[in-house]
C-alpha cells in the first residue's frame, strides 16, 4: 500500500509540473498574442500553424544558447538564485487542489498533499521564500544595477506580504479552516439553492478582500503595473541582467509559475474552486461529475489569468514612492479594518449580506478620504508656488 501511494505522488508531482511548465510556455504565446490584439499587431505567427510552435522555438532557444557566467560573479550564489525562483513556486502546488477532494482514501484526490489542514499557511510561507532568488540573483551578480533592483524588489515584496496575507484571514474567519479543500467546500455548502449558490462564494461576500489579495497578488508575482524590480527603462534588467539562457529562463519562468499559482489560490479562495451551480454542486455525483469540476475549476483560472494580461497591457507602471504609498496607507489598512468587520459580523451573528455592503462602504470610504488629502496636499503646493 506504500508503494502504491508513493507511485500515486509520484505521478502526480510529473503531472503536475510537467502541465505548468507546459502552461506557462503557452501562456507566454497567449500573452504576446493578447499584447499584439490590443496593440493592433499579428504577434507571433511565423513558427508553425497561427505561430503555435513559437513557444517550442523560444525554449530550445534558451537551451542551446550559450551560458555565461561573468567572471565578477559569486559563482554559488549567482547559480543557487534562479533555482530558488523556480522551486518555491512549484512547492506551492503541493498543497493546492485542482479538482475535487474527497476524505475517502480509495478515491482520486485532485491535490498532491491532500487534508493539509494549514495548507493555505504553506502556501504564503513557501512564496515568500522567493524573495531570496532575487535578493542573492542582484547580490550575487556584483552589478550596482542588479543590487539596486534586488533591493527594491526585497522592500516590494516584504511589504506586499503584509497586505496579502492579511486579506484572507476574513476568508479563514467565515469557512472556519486554513484548508484550502475546505474553504472551497464552505463556499459551495452555503445552502442556497439552485443559481443563488453563486452568490456563497466569498468574492461576494467579501469583495473588499478579493480586491486586496489580487492587487497585493500582482506585486508579489512582479506583474505590471508592479513590476519595478525589473523596470527595464530604469534598471536595464534589475536583479537579473547578468543572467542568460536557461538561469534567465529559470526567473521568467518562476513568474509565470507565480501568476498561475496566484490564479489557483484566487480561485479556489474567492470565486468557488470547483463550484459552479447547476453543473458542478456539492452533492453532484453524476458519472463524470470530477472532469466537469475540474473543467470549471481550470476555466476560472483561465479567466484570473487572462485578467491579469489584460490589466499589463492598460495600466502604466507606479513610481516606486506611489507602490509603497499604495500598500502602506492603502491596502495594509483596508486588510485591518476587513478583518474587524468579519470578526464583528461573526461576534454578533448579523446575516452575511451585511459583509458586501459595509466592504464597499469602507472602500468608498477610504477613496474619499484619500481625494480630500489630496487636494489638500496640491492645495499647499499651489499655494507655496505662488
Not at 493546492?96 to 474527497?102: Q, R
Not at 500598500?327 to 458586501?356: C, D, E, R, S
Request: net charge positive; glycine share 8%; proline share 4%.
Amino acid at each position: 500500500m506504500t508503494l502504491t501511494l508513493l507511485l500515486v505522488w509520484l505521478v502526480k508531482i510529473a503531472l503536475v509540473i510537467g502541465a505548468i511548465l507546459g502552461a506557462c510556455a503557452y501562456l507566454i504565446y497567449v500573452e504576446r498574442k493578447l499584447s499584439a490584439y490590443m496593440q493592433d499587431r499579428m504577434g507571433p505567427n511565423r513558427v508553425g500553424p497561427w505561430g503555435l510552435l513559437q513557444s517550442v522555438a523560444d525554449g530550445l532557444k534558451f537551451i542551446l544558447k550559450e551560458d555565461v557566467i561573468p567572471r565578477h560573479v559569486d559563482r554559488f550564489l549567482f547559480i543557487l538564485a534562479p533555482c530558488i525562483a523556480m522551486l518555491t513556486t512549484l512547492l506551492a502546488f503541493a498543497v493546492v487542489p485542482f479538482g475535487p477532494t474527497s476524505s475517502d482514501p480509495k478515491e482520486v484526490q485532485f491535490v498532491i498533499a491532500p487534508g493539509i489542514d494549514v495548507g493555505i499557511v504553506f502556501v504564503f510561507a513557501v512564496g515568500s521564500l522567493a524573495v531570496y532568488s532575487f535578493i542573492l540573483g542582484g547580490w550575487a551578480s556584483n552589478n550596482k544595477y542588479s543590487l539596486l533592483g534586488a533591493l527594491r524588489s526585497s522592500a516590494q515584496v516584504i511589504s506586499y506580504e503584509i497586505p496579502l496575507g492579511t486579506s484572507i484571514l476574513g476568508v479563514v474567519l467565515m469557512s472556519s479552516s486554513l484548508n484550502l479543500e475546505r474553504i472551497i467546500q464552505s463556499q459551495a455548502d452555503q445552502g442556497l439553492a439552485g443559481w443563488q449558490s453563486l452568490f456563497g462564494w466569498n468574492v461576494w461576500m467579501q469583495p473588499l478582500a478579493a480586491m486586496i489579495f489580487l492587487v497585493s497578488a500582482l506585486a508579489e508575482a512582479n506583474r505590471l503595473p508592479f513590476d519595478l524590480p525589473e523596470a527595464e527603462q530604469e534598471l536595464v534588467g534589475g536583479y537579473h541582467t547578468e543572467y542568460s539562457a536557461m538561469k534567465f529562463a529559470m526567473f521568467f519562468l518562476g513568474e509565470y509559475t507565480h501568476m498561475i499559482t496566484v490564479s489557483f489560490l484566487f480561485s479556489a479562495l474567492f470565486l468557488g474552486g470547483w463550484h459552479f451551480p447547476g453543473i458542478a454542486g456539492a452533492g453532484s455525483v453524476y458519472t463524470g461529475a470530477w472532469a466537469i469540476k475540474v473543467a470549471v475549476l481550470l476555466a476560472k483560472v483561465a479567466a484570473v489569468v487572462f485578467f491579469i494580461m489584460w490589466i499589463r497591457w492598460t495600466l502604466p507602471r507606479f513610481r516606486f514612492d506611489q507602490l509603497m504609498s499604495l500598500t502602506w496607507q492603502g491596502l495594509v489598512p483596508l486588510a485591518f479594518l476587513n478583518i474587524v468587520l468579519v470578526m464583528v459580523v461573526k461576534q454578533f451573528g448579523w446575516p452575511v449580506w451585511v459583509l458586501p455592503i459595509a466592504s464597499i462602504m469602507l472602500f468608498v470610504g477610504a477613496v474619499a478620504i484619500n481625494g480630500m488629502v489630496l487636494q489638500r496636499r496640491m492645495r499647499k503646493q499651489r499655494l507655496a508656488a505662488a
